[in-house]
Each structure stands twice: as C-alpha cells, then as structure tokens.
C-alpha cells in the first residue's frame, strides 16, 4: 500500500484502540517504515510502504509508541527504548536543562544519575558537557544493560553502577540528579503507562530520601503535577538554601533543586 493509504488505515485503527493522539502516532509509524520524519512524510505520500502491520498491531494493543519504533529523541541525542527502562520525556529534557546550568559553575562537573532507566539524564548531560564525569545508578540490572547499550552506541563514557542511589549520593558530587518513582498507583493510568517498568514508577518518599543522604553541592529532582511545593519545602526543610522550581514547557512546575549551604 502507499504511505497515504497506511497513514489512513493506521489513523482509523489506533483511533477505534482508544491512543489519544491516533494522526500523530499514525505519521511516527510509517515516517519510521519509510526511514524519514514526520516532516518528510509531506513529499513521500505516494510511495510504498512495508511492514506496517506487525508495528501497528502493537501500538493498538497500546504498547508505548517509543518500544514500539524501538527508538525515541532526547535533547540532541536519540536513544534505544524498550521495556525495560521508561520511556525518555520532554518533561525530563527540562530537569537536564537545569541541572545543566547549575553545572556550569564548576570545571569537570562530577554528577551522579540517580535510576538511569535507558540512559537518558546521564547520556545527555555527557553529550552536552563532554568534560563531566558522570555516574549513572540503578537497581534495575535490565535497565542498566540498556543504558550500557546506548552509551556504547552514542559513544559517551559514563560509569554505570548497579545499587541504591541514597548510598552512592551521600559520596560526594557536585550535582545528583534524579527522576524518581513519584506515582502511588497504577490505577487510573494509560495503558501505555501501564506496560512501563513499576520499579520506576511507584512509589513515594523516594524525593525525601535521595536529599536526606545525599552529599552533593546541588540536587535537582523532577516531580509529579501538583509536588513540586511540597518537594521545595522538603528540601527547605532539609536545610537546602536557593531552592527553585522550574515549569516544564506545559507549564506544570516539573522540576526542583536546592543548593548546599
């Protein structure tokens, strides 16, 4: 069939599967097939397409599209994603934007990943400061071996480590970064929400914890809608100084850092 009729056919099916953006995912599947962008698809309408159909029997069974085209954008670097580390954001882009320019106060920047999930913080953060000596950490032995994989595709040097991230960040770092579990339950969730790792998803006090332990001259978190005050005030609390907290580009305030007096 043509790009055309496999945009029409993908758009009406993951439409009736309920996916909330059915064009859109539509357009990532056959640019993905055609080997172009979305963008490209424009001047391409009218060529055959193969394939189709195994990868949009997944995406309407509403696995994330990101595991489904096996590979997702991030900040100036495209990673592998599968399951076994959540799907890289545009909210997180914005927590590595800040701890970025926190880092730019100090030469060779030691920072620490905290749940490295697939790479994405740390891989970045070396890409865009090739001079940081960056550690990622996690508990997930699968996830680990993903972020291991992008690195060596990516050709970024990073440490990895597998363990508790409380304990490496109390070793001493300039910066600890860290997107955390911050969901109490999966009810009510997307599906595709649902088929990411829970490891990474559930749970709460991980924010409080991680500060708590952590030896660090800044820390930034990412949080979930409506934590971001009750994150500052932790930290406040902790007795972090120049607390701060960014919007992400929806306007939701998604990231949180405080500074070490």
Known sequence: MTAREALAQAERRLAVAGVESPRVDAEWLVAHLLGTTRSGLATRLDEEVEGLEPLLARREAREPLAYVLGEWGFRRITLQTDARALVPRSETEVLVGRALELAAAFDRPRILDVGIGSGAIALAFKDERPDAQVTGIDVSANALALARENAEQLGLEIELRLGDGAEAAAEGWDVVVANPPYVA????????????PEVALLGRGEHERLAQAADA??????????????????LERLGYVD????????GVDRVVDGRRP
């Open 243 to 250: 607390v701060g907290i960014t919007s992400d580009l929806a």
């Open 185 to 196: 339950s999966l009810d009510g969730l997307p599906p595709e929400l649902r088929r990411e």
């Open 217 to 234: 001259t800044f820390i930034v978190f990412e949080v979930g809608d409506d934590q971001a005050r009750d994150v500052a005030d932790t």
